[in-house]
């Protein structure tokens, strides 16, 4: 049986950038697949502004673990099937002891498919996002597993691979995936417009299909690395999602030196 682990840096960050193929993996397919999901954080501290700090942390980490269950349950996918690698939330690190545990992890689950945030083209340049797909290109790419998985990355300004979808499907799944992470409403209903836009736009690049999840396949056999080359237009886009501020994460500053480098154990 394939297996596929898609990673994420938090707890809703699947729903409108893979729901639609993940549904069809783990429902629709005639063949079976088993799916995992490894979350990097979860989401502790995933609310707007000062005025919420009370609920940041622990508390809002369970929540959200809860909303994520909620949502992968409408894939089939059992919260048994979900991984935490325990990093706080805004700051996944891109380091030693980050590249070895999803190394190790890897090892042991040895999937054949892997689907993780974009590592560098990336138009949600969160450095949770980043950090968690540089650290497995690293791995796979510095050969630190003694296998080569298929990696496909999404988010990606430069993709190569999509995944069709029906305009109605949006209503029947798309908005029921994101109406179970009910904390993150605040934001997700302002991700609507550009999210039908990039589906929009994907879906012109696959013969039959108004809409579509774009993803990209990153080649590591030497015969196909051109295939993984950018255009310039990708190079300059890249440096202006880059450089968005909205994407850092907003900490209560009574704990933010309390946070910095450690993890915490929810």
């Known amino acids: ?148 998985p298929t990696l496909y990355f999404y988010t990606s300004l430069n993709p190569n691979y999509f995944f069709g979808f029906k305009k109605k499907d949006i209503k029947a799944l798309t908005n029921k995936l994101i109406a179970c992470h009910k904390t993150q409403q605040w934001l997700l209903k302002y991700t609507m417009l550009p999210y039908r836009l990039f589906s929009r736009y994907a879906g012109r690049k696959l013969p039959g299909w108004k809409y579509a999840e774009p993803y990209r396949r990153v080649f590591f056999n030497k015969k196909n690395l051109l295939k993984n080359k950018k255009p310039l237009i990708v190079q300059i886009f890249t440096h202006f999602f880059s450089n968005l501020p909205w994407t850092k994460a907003k900490y209560p500053q009574k704990i933010l030196l309390e946070l910095k480098g450690k993890r915490i154990k929810l």
């Open 1 to 148: 049986m394939t297996k596929i682990i898609l990673f994420q840096a938090h707890p809703d960050d699947l729903e409108h950038k893979c729901g639609h193929l993940m549904h069809y993996l783990a429902i629709k397919s005639k063949k079976e697949y088993d799916i995992k999901i490894a979350s990097m954080t979860k989401g502790e501290f995933g609310l707007p502004g000062p005025k919420f700090d009370i609920f940041k942390g622990e508390f809002l980490a369970k929540i959200r673990t809860r909303e994520l269950f909620n949502a992968e349950e409408i894939h089939g996918i059992a919260p048994e099937k979900i991984d935490f690698f325990g990093y706080i939330d805004g700051f996944v690190p891109f380091n030693k002891e980050i590249i070895n545990r999803i190394a190790e992890y890897l090892m042991v689950e040895r999937p054949n498919i892997i689907i993780a945030p974009e590592a560098i083209h990336s138009w949600y340049w969160h450095v949770d996002h980043i950090n968690t797909g540089r650290a497995i290109f690293y791995v796979i790419y510095n050969k630190l597993i003694d296998y080569t």
